[in-house]
Nanobody, 121 residues
Framework: VQLQAYGGGLVQAGGSLRLSCVAS????????MGWFRQAPGKEREFVVG????????YYADSVKGRFTISRDNAKNTVYLQMNSLKVEDTAVYSC???????????????WGQGTQVTVSS
């Protein structure tokens, strides 16, 4: 499977962005999915996970109440709606596929190409 994230860009603090992650080559059926981010000089950080087919989610405390993950299984796509963005949300955002049904931070073993999100003050 190939995962490609889209939708990043430059936004002012308090603004919103919607990221998309499109899978090709293989269906995401039965797999939990997640979003991670990595800021310059920092380790990759878990943002949120969603189970298959999409009824349960797990958010990092830093984004809870501001970000929303969803998935469209017919389109093999996962979304990340980001509201009330902060400067500290600046990072490269990547989607990831879980080993199976679990969607906690340690359950992922495949990451795709990321998209840059920059939040200005």
């Amino acid at each position: 499977v190939q995962l490609q994230a889209y939708g990043g860009g430059l936004v002012q603090a308090g603004g919103s962005l919607r990221l998309s992650c499109v899978a090709s080559g293989r269906t995401l059926s039965t797999y939990a999915m997640g979003w991670f981010r990595q800021a310059p000089g920092k380790e990759r950080e878990f943002v949120v996970g969603i189970n298959w087919p999409g009824g349960s989610t797990y958010y990092a405390d830093s984004v809870k109440g501001r970000f929303t993950i969803s998935r469209d299984n017919a389109k093999n796509t996962v979304y990340l709606q980001m509201n009330s963005l902060k400067v500290e949300d600046t990072a490269v955002y990547s989607c990831a596929r879980s080993r199976g049904r679990h969607y906690a931070p340690e359950d992922y073993n495949y990451w795709g190409q990321g998209t840059q999100v920059t939040v200005s003050s």
